[in-house]
Each structure stands twice: as structure tokens, then as C-alpha cells.
T-cell receptor, first 115, second 110 residues
């Protein structure tokens, strides 16, 4: 049981480049989400999904796209990277069944530097 | 607007010196309040969920409490391994969104 995995661990991009941050979970969780963490700003929700085919915007969605074709995977796409997207990105998942639904499990993070 | 404020931003304690971290929140109907621990370079790790005022939960040296406006994370006789950033988050009823505070960086000195 690997939990929540994220790849890559670290990435350097040039302004305007595109890339996809990968997130996968093996706990059969319905809920998956993406956050960015910046110094002094805390964790901010980018996008989330409550099941395959269902996604919605969080607090800071601009510049990011997501899709959820399977229960396990929830990739985050940067279509045209900007220096303001330099951050640490965390993926999280949780069950939507009963009281355990609010326990979010986080991945190890992806550190992104946009030059 | 839903909001979470944590204080202090940073806290240094001597080993065995008990203290409390504060999480003040404003939310349109609380579904749950959550505490996480985050070590440097790692993702947050779940500690507690509190659902209603008056609720308390404990885990080893940590005890979380909840009122209608704030939550406290009490640390009793801390050890150096308790050093981490402690994050608080809330979820409003009728939404799947979580709002996080900026965290309290705790350093426990031996």
C-alpha cells in the first residue's frame, strides 16, 4: 500500500513551458485534491475531484488544468508555466464514506521552479 | 469569507515545557476542523478531526480542543521530536473545500 505518490519530486521549467504533475493513490479514495504551498501563504487549494469524471475549482485555479479519468490518478497540468507558479505542490486524497471522509492523506510533494 | 488564523507563527520550547497552539476560524457552518503535522520537506500528516464545540481528542503528548470560534492544540511535556509545523484547516458544510491556516512552526530544544 503506497498511499499517495507524486512525480516528479523536483522540476525546473522555463517560462512558457508546459508540464504535468502526476498524482496517484492506491486506497480507492473518491476525493483527490491539489494544493500549492508558498512561504507565509499556507496550503491553498487549486482543484479537487470527488470521483472519476468530476472536477471543480479551488481557491487558486488559474493557470492549472486537471482531469480525473480513473479513481487512482489525478494529474495537474500547467499549460504555460509562469514564475508565479514556482511553489511546492501537494496532492491529497480521502474517502467520502462516513466519518473517515475528512482524513486527507498527502503525497510527498513536487518542488517546481519556473525560471 | 471562510478564514483560518493560526498563532503564534513560531514557538520555541524547552523539552518538557508545555504550551498551546491556537487556531481561530470563521466559517459558514463548520463541518470539521483538522490538525496536521508537517515535517520539513514532507507532506502534511493527519493528526485530529474535531466536529463540534466541546469535543476533545488526544494522541500521545497532543490534545486538541474545539470551541465555536477556535481550536487549541495542547502539547504536554514536549520532546525534540515534536518539532514540526502544525497546520490547522476547516471544512464548511456543503462543500468539499478545505481552508488551511499558515501554520505554527514549533521548535523543542533538548
Amino acid at each position: 500500500n503506497a498511499g499517495v505518490t507524486q512525480t516528479p519530486k523536483f522540476q525546473v521549467l522555463k517560462t512558457g513551458q508546459s508540464m504535468t504533475l502526476q498524482c496517484a493513490q492506491d486506497m480507492n479514495h473518491e476525493y483527490m485534491s491539489w494544493y500549492r504551498q508558498d512561504p507565509g501563504m499556507g496550503l491553498r487549494l487549486i482543484h479537487y475531484s470527488v470521483g472519476a469524471g468530476i472536477t471543480d475549482q479551488g481557491e487558486v485555479p488559474n493557470g492549472y488544468n486537471v482531469s480525473r479519468s480513473t479513481t487512482e490518478d489525478f494529474p495537474l497540468r500547467l499549460l504555460s508555466a509562469a514564475p508565479s507558479q514556482t511553489s511546492v505542490y501537494f496532492c491529497a486524497s480521502s474517502s467520502l464514506s462516513g466519518r473517515s471522509q475528512e482524513t486527507q492523506y498527502f503525497g510527498p510533494g513536487t518542488r517546481l521552479l519556473v525560471l | 469569507e471562510d478564514q483560518v488564523t493560526q498563532s503564534p507563527e513560531a514557538l520555541r520550547l524547552q523539552e518538557g515545557e508545555s504550551s498551546s497552539l491556537n487556531c481561530s476560524y470563521t466559517v459558514s457552518g463548520l463541518r470539521g476542523l483538522f490538525w496536521y503535522r508537517q515535517d520539513p520537506g514532507k507532506g502534511p500528516e493527519f493528526l485530529f478531526t474535531l466536529y463540534s464545540a466541546g469535543e476533545e481528542k488526544e494522541k500521545e503528548r497532543l490534545k486538541a480542543t474545539l470551541t465555536k470560534k477556535e481550536s487549541f492544540l495542547h502539547i504536554t511535556a514536549p520532546k525534540p521530536e515534536d518539532s514540526a509545523t502544525y497546520l490547522c484547516a476547516v471544512q464548511a458544510k456543503g462543500t468539499y473545500k478545505y481552508i488551511f491556516g499558515t501554520g505554527t512552526r514549533l521548535k523543542v530544544l533538548a
